[in-house]
């Protein structure tokens, strides 16, 4: 049984990783990747072999979906095996949720005909672990301030309409229907009924109903905004900060601005530290003005690092007629890639390891300084942007904030050239969909490399570009006319607590079972 139950767990973590991209099987896949862990949940006798078998499913189907992360640490300068180690180490991390999940979920897969928990509360108590389990490794609060990368729901966030229930309890709300799905044909399939099947045709029926008629009422309301266009400059990563070629890419992007200009848009948007060198916070616009054509009545949003003499930042400007009108700087890094996290505890090891005096990360310019909680900013009159740089936009609290603090637009500035052409850039594409929908804005992705895009407020992609294209993009942004009165952030930011709070309800309450047996 050992054997068959660790294939099992092996296939669950391969179907997972199909789900995302560039496999994109997520549509079919979605609805049954985690059936083969779920027998074994059904088969092992006690919760600490139901974790190692999780965790199995976990570290198998990361290897796959973070095959891509020996990349930038092999082209940043590490060697082959630092780059597989660290590889192996975050893919093993990652497990430890799935293996999270199975130790909870482990007693509610009983098969025989009287299980221990009640029947209604066993079918939501399954996927509301899940959804906490993906939460504690989503949190800003936990372990390098959180990874909500290719979670389980995000594999529907392609899929219209269905994928507009983020707007009601955000990505976390999908992968409940996901596995609650699963968890239902697990059930009807062992018990063979179809009994136990029909809350989740419900469920999925009454989904589908709202977020149909949600589709299509909103659909109507929604009304041309703003012009925009997109600079992709496609500057090959592990160039862009060779002064040798820094006139070329200034050269490039010069041009890429002329033919911007031209296209007539009310604002011109640049990726993600698009300017090959860093930038003096107080020379910048000077800078700026020098080496590009930056014309009257129209809004640039530049992607820059800059440097105050105290250290460097990974910002954003927006200008406009000659003047600043606001500033962002970054506030959630990317460990080992912006900061070295843990330096009082890594820090003196690998000194003594290798006799590296700094901390290694792996942008050429060293450790970045974080910024202030982030605020809107009027770069066209009446039409504030909510500005993130690069992975903020896969925090959904991020974008929630802006909108509620009166964004009219969401704009986020990237650079996954680190990645070349893997499924890394696919990846963080799909995670910005779902930013559209709960906020119901529209949302602007420029990307050095691709993809860049125009999202509406239904998610849909109106306008967008390829990966490796140097292009100027122009897009229409279309939003609501219609005020939205509900308070669906409120509900987004607590369906995944409410999922935790019945998690651990579930837990006591199975305590309380088995101490009365």
């Known amino acids: 049984m050992s054997r068959l139950s660790l294939a099992l767990s092996v296939l669950s973590g391969l179907l997972y990783a199909l789900c995302f991209p560039k496999f994109e099987l997520g549509w079919l896949l979605g609805w049954f990747c985690l059936i083969p862990l779920f027998w074994v949940l059904s088969q092992v006798k006690n919760n600490r072999q139901a974790f190692g078998f999780g965790w199995v499913a976990g570290f198998c189907g990361n290897l796959i979906i973070f095959y891509w992360i020996i990349i930038p640490v092999r082209m940043g300068g590490g060697n082959l095996a630092l780059a597989l180690a660290g590889w192996m180490m975050m893919c093993a991390f990652l497990g430890l949720f799935f293996g999270f999940f199975a130790w909870l979920a482990h007693p509610f897969f009983c098969v025989s005909p009287k299980p221990q928990t009640p029947k209604p509360f066993s079918f939501f108590l399954v996927p509301a672990a899940w959804v906490a389990a993906e939460s504690l490794r989503s949190s800003p609060m936990a372990i390098l301030g959180g990874f909500p990368w290719c979670l389980l729901g995000h594999a529907m966030c392609a899929n219209r309409p269905l994928a507009q229930l983020v707007e009601i309890g955000g990505v976390a709300l999908l992968s409940f229907l996901l596995v609650f799905v699963q968890f239902s044909f697990w059930r009807a399939w062992t018990r063979k009924s179809f009994k136990p099947a029909a809350p989740a045709g419900v469920l999925l029926g009454l989904s589908l109903l709202w977020c149909s008629q949600r589709f299509y009422y909103l659909e109507k309301f929604l009304r041309p905004s703003l ?291």
């Open 227 to 517: 012009s925009v266009a997109i600079v992709q400059g496609n500057i090959y990563q592990y160039d862009k900060w060779d002064a040798v070629k820094s006139e070329t890419i200034i050269r490039v992007y010069r041009e890429l601005t002329e033919g911007a200009n031209a296209l007539g848009s009310q604002a011109v948007i640049y990726p993600e530290s698009f300017y090959p060198a860093t930038l003096d916070g107080a020379k910048v616009l000077a800078e700026l003005s020098k080496a590009f054509p930056l014309k009257s009545k129209i809004s640039y949003i530049f992607g820059l690092v800059l440097e105050d003499g105290t250290g460097f930042y990974n910002g954003a400007l927006a200008i406009r007629d000659g003047a600043v009108l606001g500033s962002y700087v970054k506030t959630h890094l990317v460990p080992f890639g912006e900061y070295f996290p843990g330096k009082t505890v890594l820090l003196p090891i690998l000194r003594f390891l290798t006799g590296q005096r700094e901390p290694p990360v792996l942008n050429v310019i060293g450790e970045l300084t974080r910024g202030l909680a982030p605020e809107p900013i009027e770069t066209i009159a009446g039409y504030p942007v909510g500005i993130t740089i690069c992975y903020e936009a896969i925090f959904p609290g991020i974008a929630r904030r802006l909108s509620k603090r009166g964004a009219r637009w969401l704009v986020n500035l990237t650079n996954d050239g680190w990645y070349l052409d893997t499924a890394a850039p696919h990846q963080h594409f799909l995670m910005n969909i779902p930013r559209a929908i709960e906020n119901r804005l529209p949302f602007v992705r420029a990307a050095n490399t691709g993809i860049s895009a125009v999202i509406d407020p239904l998610g849909r992609v109106t306008a967008g570009t390829e990966l490796n294209q140097r292009i100027v993009r122009s897009g229409q942004l279309e939003e609501l006319a219609v005020a939205r009165t509900f308070p669906w952030a409120l509900m987004q930011s607590l369906f995944p607590a409410l999922c935790l709070v019945f998690t651990i309800v579930g837990q006591i309450g199975k305590l309380i079972n088995n101490r009365a047996l």
